[in-house]
């Protein structure tokens, strides 16, 4: 038996480095999982490797007729939705503030909060039919202080911080939990590729060595921690933020000799 058995668990961004994982230890864990995503190749080849238990939805998370559309075929399909991961995001090209160009911040706006406010407003619903649920969104230690060089990224999970204990105290009372949490730097195509042709990707100049934990994050630290959040081990927590990042936001460790 399986801690997500007859769920249905709705994972944007689901063929991405860390929405695949989820994806995979849902499935793993008993649940129905829909895979929703821009990229339609990938979203087909992960639903027809999990097979029966699994949907791919094309879904543009910036785009309200979409996200009703992928709700109500993952509701035919499985069920009224007892889990939304709001995962999907993009990086912007590194840039100062003065020189970034107003459809880079709309971009990055549109899918990294739009999108999330779309996400909550279209599952609301379909959580509420179910009886209740869990939204997790997903943020980043980049919406806790500043970056430089990154303001619409920043800005955005900054945002979507607000948005999320907005809607857990809107929804508590319909026993839907909305949490967030806030990865760190994990090794998946968000750092290792570069957000725009000139630019160098995250992995090139980042290192973690300076930090309580000196390692990259995989993805599979953020599926834990998630699978946690979204289970009734977590009943109680809501409007929660949830900082999974090796000791990033707690600055260098001091250099000292282990006993
Ligand atoms: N990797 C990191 O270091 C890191 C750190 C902190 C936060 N995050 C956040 O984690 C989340 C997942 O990122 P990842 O590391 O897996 O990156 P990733 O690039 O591997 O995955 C992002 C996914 O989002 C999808 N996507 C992009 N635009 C979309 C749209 N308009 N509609 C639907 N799907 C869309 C992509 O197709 C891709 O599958 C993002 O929200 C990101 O901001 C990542």
Known sequence: MGRFDH?????????????ASHIRAYHAEGADVVIADIAEDRGRALAAELGDRALYVRLDVTDESSWNAAVQAAEEHFGPLSVLVNNAGVQNPAAPIETTDRRVWDRVLGINLTGVFLGIKAAAPSLRRNGGGVVVNIASTSGVGGTAMYAPYVASKWAVRGLTKTAALELGRDHIRVNAIHPGVI???FITEPAADSDAPIADFYSAEPFAIPRLGEPSDITRALLFLTSDDASFATGSE????????????LKHETV
Not at 242 to 253: C, E, K, Q, R, S
């Open 7 to 19: 769920r249905t668990v709705f994972v944007t961004g689901g063929t991405g480095g860390q929405g």
């Open 187 to 189: 090794a998946t195509p």
């Open 242 to 253: 949830f900082v999974i990042d090796g000791g990033l936001l707690l600055g260098p460790a």
